[in-house]
């Protein structure tokens, strides 16, 4: 009769597959948890999604007994929106403001004008009856003070603009948010370039010193392996009584 510490060669293999079943479920709850957690993010598109609106408020309560010495106010209103799944890095984000002086045009469209900008995608138009004559920056400044957004997570901001009643027909206002998905890779600066900022970007490299980036043949910039993204808006405000 055996002994009751000998175990049979059935309950020994019993204990090695109870074992090995353990393993391979530790196994993949490791792998599902690195794959949705770590994997998945890092891989997940990153489209930032910005939403501009401009309103008209008024003539200002100035104490200017001269009317068009009075100021007519405009609210900005952005936000940024983070839907992805992986952290994202603001760089340096702008909006400027023009105010526009427009005049009657005679009644043509400049059919050549209209094909190229469709098909340089900028969100540009020409119109019939009205060509702008005037432009002027009236406003700058930074869109957000957050430099991350967290997953599913949004940055908003709000400002007032004041323009010179009479002196313009609209105001319109551009906005430019570049944004990583790594930090401290990249750097970006803001120069006043021919009569508007424009974008600089550097590689920050271990030693924490500066290369600036080369453009690509369109004159952007591109960098998928830090994520790189870029995105714009534009809105425009009638200032007519």
Do not use: C
Not at 213 to 230: A, I, R, T
């Amino acid at each position: 009769m055996a002994a009751p510490s000998e175990r049979s060669f059935g309950q020994v293999i019993n204990i090695w597959v109870q074992t090995a079943g353990i393993i391979v479920a530790a196994v993949w709850a490791g792998y599902t948890f690195i794959y949705k957690e770590i994997v998945v993010p890092k891989s997940a598109p990153v489209n930032i999604s910005v939403d501009l609106q401009l309103k008209r408020i008024g003539p200002g309560g100035l104490s200017a007994t001269d009317q068009k010495s009075k100021l007519v106010a405009v609210e900005l209103r952005v936000s940024a929106t983070n839907p992805s799944t992986r952290t994202v890095y603001l760089l340096p984000s702008l909006w400027i403001a023009y105010g526009l002086v427009d005049r009657a045009s005679e009644g043509t469209l400049n059919k050549k004008t209209a094909v190229q900008l469709i098909n340089e995608q900028q969100g540009q138009y020409v119109q019939m009856y009205e060509g702008v004559v005037e432009s002027h920056v009236v406003a700058v400044g930074s869109l957000f003070p957050d430099a991350v957004l967290q997953p599913n997570e949004a940055a908003k901001r709000s400002n007032i603009i004041y323009v010179p009643a009479g002196n313009f027909d609209r105001l319109t206002v551009n906005t430019w948010l570049i944004t990583t998905s790594t930090v401290g890779r990249i750097a970006l600066e803001w120069k006043w370039d021919d009569g508007a900022p424009r974008p600089i970007l550097y590689h920050i490299s271990k030693d924490k010193q500066r290369t600036e980036m080369k453009k690509d043949p369109d004159g952007s910039y591109s960098d998928p392996e830090n994520g790189l993204q870029g995105a714009r808006s534009q809105a425009e405000v009638s200032l007519w009584q």
